[in-house]
Every structure is written in structure tokens, then in C-alpha cells.
């Protein structure tokens, strides 16, 4: 009964989302506030039943209800209760009902707290909301139900892939559709705008603080998504250039991009084209990395093993959203306002200069990625396109925007002094060249860029806190004066230095991992011991262990340091019968902000195991730095001046009066 009740909330849920998607629409047309109002009560409805289809489908995997394919064929009854719950979004049919309840919740958001927008913007916004959320409702029913019975119930389950029994399933698929999904909402304003023919720097005000929180959730969830491959595939690796982590890092720089533009559209009334243009790209990106996982084209670790006739579905929507908004934006772009003009000295230059190069190296990545299956279509030949060409292409255009990032705070806007900047930066420049000279002291072997790319990593990080020293008057005034101006600092400037500087340590994290890291991959018995990094590890024995829903061979380093004993670290193989699958659970110990790392491989016969080892110099910087960025966007969107919003328009309007 509880299958079928979540059947029927999906199917009322699409039925809401096409009342949404027209009636308020004619509301607009005949200025009829009544109809426009729809919008409002049918988002909060649509968000009410979608929420209900979702509770739905986890009380069925709670209670192991195999009589559900879905719960059949993702679940286990010895599964333990937190692997149960977050095995719902483990399958692609319980993934996607996630997004598109995520889809519904942030129009239930705008609806519920769009009191300040006017009548028609909001109407427009949720009924392209409604359009997508549609959409994505025929998909789940036609192709992906989750709630399909099976005629002869099993008694036990099939289990949930071994990989996803982890506690960063709870957190990074989450994370990563509120932040894909998220942009929905900058997508739609984009769209009203569109539609309604009038954009300003009221818009970019509103819009702003949605593509905030789905930028803060999509940097978090790459970040978990990122440490979770790292610990969780035992290859000692946090970034892999794979198609799909790919899919998620192009929405990231776009949207990235996009909040930049936004910013200079809200406060010199400028960009507006390429604001609007970014808004739709974002989405359409995210879109993309949605096709990507679940149309069967890409072999990899993260997608979704799916029937080609999925795959077509969500082609289909692709061209319909993606072709039909920029088929819009062509024809309405040209009859949009042109905004305030600047120097291209100046803030709104920086911006600029960002968004090229964040523009460019999402291109750069969308070209590797989709290249290599477009040429398999079109010619049938197979290529490979992998780290080295990312690595070679992407980081260069990193680079001058790292040099760049510190400068943006420091000019002023519509005309800046390029030369004051420059002096106002002078202790952070040399505060870079000394961690330059550190890191070459410091260093032995590895390339000889990484020094320059330490002293890169300490000028944004020492650059961004010249900014907030220049805005309290660090060292010109009284300290107790100094105090008080930073306690009255609008935080979305404490927000863009620590956003700012979360990517310099990150940088930094970087850089050190992958060029002093050090590395044992060998045989070892037990009582076998090796040196590595200054450590000294000893196999002090192999062990097996009964799970709940699996088998598992764990292994016991004893580690010494100098020659005194440090800690006992506890890798482990586990074997899943049920699905015939083995995972790798790597042990972690974290020295301050570097990690030692040890992962099990296959036994052999003599006894011995093969075992990976390893020394991770400031790897935890690596996610320290998104933290820190993440921390900064929750900062900048807590300014008052977010919160508050833009003053309501005057009522003399009806069309254009604040909702209600």
C-alpha cells in the first residue's frame, strides 16, 4: 500500500506541475493576480506530495519491503540502518526521485519566501520551475518508477553496491543535487527574465542569493565527493579527471563565473546579457552531468548502469531546455538594456577578466570530456582523454586568475588605480616570495614550479587578508579602532576572503599531494616491516572478521616515528557475497594536516598481502580550502544586505506589484 501511495503522489505531483506551468503564465498575460497567485499554492502543494513520494521510498527501504523492485534490488535485510536509508539514492531510480524532489523543494522556497518579488516575476519564475520539475516527473514514471511491484516477492534482497555502503553516500549525492538542482532557480529567473523583457539590477539581486546557496552546496559536495573517492577506492587518489567528476566541475565554474557577473550586474547595472546567458548555461551544465551518469555513454565509477531508452529520454529533455532557452535568449538578448560602462581598470575589469578564464577552463573541460564520445559516434574510433591533457590545458588558465584574484577587492569600481593596488599588495607579494624561498629550502625532488606554485598559493591566501586589513585600517589606526571596523565589516566581505583564501589553500594542498607525495606499493608478511617518509610500518598480523552483510580480511600496522611507536592503523578488505563484490577500506592517520595512508590489495599464496602505502604531505588542505570557500558563501549570504532583499516595488503596477 505504501508503494503505491508514493505512485499516486508522484502522479498528483505532475498533475500540480502542469497546472503550475500554464495557469500562472495566463495570470501574467491578463494581469490577473488571482491566477498569478496559483503559482504559489501549487509550488508549496507540488513540494507536499513530492516530499510524500520520497518518504515513501525510504519507509520502504527501512522496512525491506521486497516486494519493490527497487528496494529488491538495492537493498538487504542484514544491511545496517544509516545504509538502508541512504541506499534510496544508492539507484538511479531512487537518485532521480531525489532530485526532483530537491527540484520541488526549491520552488516550494520561492514560493514560500518570494514575498518581496513582483507578482508576474515570481509567476514566470515557478512556472518555468514547474516546466522542469514536469519534465522530470514523465522520466521518473515512465522510465525510472521506483515503486514497481515485483509478482513473486523474493525473501531477501540483492544488496546495495559495496562501493555505496558508506557514510559519504549519506552526504556527497545530497550535497551535489542541491547544488545542480539548485541552479534550476537562477535557470527560471534567467527565463522570466527573458520572457518578461526587463532586467535590472533588482534581478541580479534576487537571483544572486539562490545561485549562493547552490554554489555553497555543489563545493561542498564535489569537496565530500572528492575525499570520499579518496578514502574509499584505495588508490590513494582525490581527483581522477573522470568524465563525471567532470560533469559536476563544469556547473561548479560556471556558476562560479556566474556569481561574479551577478555582482557586477547588481551593483554598476552591467553584464546584463552575459549574466542571463550564464544563468542558462549553468543549468545546462547540469542538465548535462545528469545525461552523463544516467544515459549508459560513459564508463566510470559514479554512473548509473542504465537502458539506453533513459538515456534518450533525458537527450530529449536536454534539447528541449537547453535548445529552447538558448533559441530565447537569441531572440530576446538583443532587446535587453545595455548597463553602465567602466574602465576596464577597475572591479567590474577583474570580474570580467574572471569570468574569461573561468569560462574558458569550463570549455576546456567540456571539451575533453563530450569530444572523445563525439568522435566515437561520428567515426566509430575510441580515444582516451585523461589527466595529462587536463592538466596541461586546465591549469595554465588557473594561473593568471590566481594572480589576478587578489586584485579584484582592491580596485574600485567603474575606475580603478592599477598602481595602488599593486602597493596595497606589496606585503602580500612579499610574504609570497618568502613562501617561495620556504618551499625551495624546504623541498627535495618534485618539480621545480611547485615552489613558484606555493608562492602563487600564499599571495591569494596573504592577499585576501590584505584586503580586510586595508577595509579595518590594520596598522593605520588605533587597534581598538581597528577592532571595531572589522566588527562592522559587512560580512560578504569576511565571505570573499575566506571564499578567496579557501582557494589558495587548496592550492596549496594540491600542490604539495601530488608533488612530494611518497609512495610504497609491494608485498608484505606479516612482522614485515618498511620505512617510508620518516615513518617506519610493521604488518603486525591479518585477521579475518564476520560483517553484517559481509566478510572481511583486516590487516594491523603498528607505525613508528623516529624510531618511537605512533599509532596502529587497521585497513581491511571486505567481501559482499551477496553481490560478489569486494571493497577496499583504506586506513587514514592524520599527522597535523599531512595523512599516512594504507590500503589493502589481493593475498598470495606464500601468506603475504599486497598492500599500498602512503605519505600525504598537507593533504587535508585539499578540502580545507572548499570548507573555507563554503564558509565564505554562507558568510556573504548571511549579509543583511542579502537578507533583506531589494525594497518592494511600488503597487501602482498590478502586474509588476509584489506577491502576496
Same mark, same amino acid.
Given at each position: ?295 549508459? /555513454?560513459?564508463?566510470?565509477?559514479? =554512473? +548509473? !548502469?542504465?537502458?539506453?531508452? %533513459? $538515456?534518450?529520454?533525458? @537527450?530529449?529533455? &536536454?534539447? #528541449? ?109 612579499? /610574504?609570497?616570495?618568502?613562501?617561495? =624561498? +620556504? !618551499?625551495?629550502?624546504?623541498? %627535495? $625532488?618534485?618539480?621545480? @614550479?611547485?615552489? &613558484?606554485? #606555493? ?206
Amino acid at each position: 500500500m505504501i508503494a503505491e501511495a508514493g505512485h499516486y503522489a508522484l502522479v498528483l505531483a505532475l498533475g500540480l506541475a502542469l497546472i503550475q506551468s500554464t495557469v500562472p503564465l495566463l495570470g501574467a498575460r491578463w494581469r490577473d493576480p488571482a491566477l498569478m497567485n496559483v503559482a504559489r499554492s501549487t509550488a508549496l502543494a507540488q513540494l507536499l506530495f513530492a516530499g510524500l513520494a520520497f518518504a515513501a521510498l525510504v519507509t520502504l527501504h527501512v522496512t525491506s519491503d521486497f516486494s519493490v523492485l527497487n528496494v529488491y534490488e538495492n537493498s538487504h535485510s542484514a544491511k545496517p540502518l544509516l545504509y538502508k536509508i541512504t541506499g534510496v539514492w544508492g539507484s538511479h531510480e531512487g537518485s532521480m526521485l531525489l532530485w526532483v524532489s530537491i527540484l520541488a523543494l526549491f520552488g516550494g522556497l520561492v514560493a514560500a519566501f518570494g514575498n518581496n518579488l513582483p507578482l508576474s516575476l515570481r509567476a514566470h519564475v515557478l512556472a518555468v520551475q514547474a516546466w522542469i520539475a514536469g519534465a522530470f516527473y514523465l522520466f521518473i514514471l515512465t522510465t525510472s518508477n521506483p515503486f514497481l511491484r515485483i509478482p513473486n516477492p523474493p525473501m531477501e534482497g540483492r544488496d546495495l553496491n559495496p562501493v555505496l555502503q558508506d557514510i559519504g553516500l549519506a552526504l556527497h549525492p545530497p550535497m551535489l543535487y542541491l547544488g545542480y538542482v539548485g541552479f534550476s532557480i537562477s535557470f527560471s529567473f534567467a527565463i522570466a527574465a527573458l520572457l518578461e523583457g526587463r532586467i535590472d539590477a533588482a534581478w541580479a539581486r534576487w537571483v544572486r542569493p539562490w545561485t549562493l546557496v547552490a554554489w555553497i552546496f555543489l563545493t561542498l559536495g564535489i569537496a565530500m565527493g572528492s575525499y570520499w573517492a579518496y578514502y574509499e577506492l584505495g588508490w590513494g587518489g582525490w581527483w581522477f579527471w573522470d568524465p563525471v567528476e567532470n560533469a559536476s566541475l563544469m556547473p561548479w565554474l560556471a556558476g562560479t563565473a556566474l556569481l561574479h557577473s551577478a555582482l557586477v550586474m547588481e551593483k554598476r547595472n552591467a553584464l546584463k546579457v552575459w549574466t542571463i546567458l550564464l544563468s542558462i548555461l549553468t543549468f545546462s551544465l547540469s542538465l548535462l552531468g545528469t545525461f552523463l551518469v544516467r544515459s549508459g /555513454v560513459l564508463t566510470s565509477v559514479h =554512473a +548509473f !548502469a542504465t537502458d539506453p531508452t %533513459r $538515456g534518450v529520454f533525458i @537527450l530529449l529533455i &536536454l534539447c #528541449i531546455f537547453i535548445g529552447g532557452s538558448l533559441t530565447l535568449f537569441a531572440g530576446r538578448a538583443s532587446s535587453l538594456k545595455q548597463g553602465g560602462l567602466f574602465a576596464p581598470i577597475s572591479r567590474e575589469g577583474a570580474l570580467v577578466l574572471n569570468n574569461l578564464f573561468l569560462t574558458t577552463a569550463c570549455a576546456t573541460v567540456f571539451v575533453g570530456t563530450l569530444y572523445p564520445l563525439a568522435l566515437e559516434v561520428l567515426t566509430g574510433d575510441k580515444i582516451s582523454v585523461g589527466a595529462p591533457f587536463f592538466n596541461l590545458t586546465f591549469a595554465p588558465l588557473f594561473v593568471p586568475l590566481m594572480i589576478a584574484v587578489p586584485f579584484g577587492p582592491m580596485l574600485a569600481w567603474k575606475r580603478g588605480d592599477l598602481f595602488g593596488a599593486m602597493q596595497r599588495l606589496m606585503a602580500a607579494g612579499i /610574504v609570497a616570495v618568502l613562501g617561495v =624561498a +620556504f !618551499a625551495w629550502a624546504w623541498a %627535495r $625532488g618534485g618539480s621545480a @614550479l611547485a615552489p &613558484l606554485a #606555493i608562492g602563487l598559493a600564499v599571495f591569494v591566501i596573504a592577499g585576501a587578508a590584505s584586503d580586510i586589513a586595508e577595509r579595518i585600517g590594520l596598522f593605520r589606526v588605533p587597534l581598538a579602532n581597528a577592532v571595531r571596523r572589522a566588527r562592522g565589516l559587512p560580512r560578504s566581505a569576511w565571505g570573499t576572503a575566506f571564499a578567496h583564501a579557501g582557494i589558495g589553500i587548496a592550492l596549496m594542498g594540491i600542490v604539495c599531494e601530488t608533488t612530494w607525495n611518497s609512495e610504497y606499493i609491494g608485498t608484505m608478511k606479516p612482522h614485515d616491516s618498511i620505512p617510508l617518509a620518516g615513518y617506519q610500518f610493521t604488518l603486525d598480523g591479518l585477521t579475518q572478521r564476520q560483517g553484517p552483510n559481509y566478510h572481511e580480511l583486516a590487516a594491523v600496522f603498528s607505525v613508528a616515528a623516529n624510531g618511537r611507536p605512533l599509532s596502529l592503523m587497521a585497513p581491511s578488505k571486505r567481501n559482499f557475497t551477496t553481490r560478489g563484490m569486494s571493497t577496499t577500506e583504506a586506513a587514514l592517520l592524520s599527522r597535523g594536516l599531512s595523512q599516512l595512508y594504507i590500503s589493502l590489495g589481493d593475498t598470495t599464496p606464500d601468506g603475504g598481502i599486497v598492500v599500498r602505502i602512503y605519505h600525504k604531505p598537507l593533504v587535508l588542505l585539499i578540502w580545507f580550502g572548499p570548507v573555507l570557500m563554503a564558509l565564505g558563501g554562507l558568510l556573504s549570504l548571511s549579509d543583511r544586505r542579502l537578507r533583506v532583499g531589494v525594497p518592494k516595488p511600488a503597487k501602482a503596477l498590478r502586474g509588476l506589484q509584489p506577491a502576496e
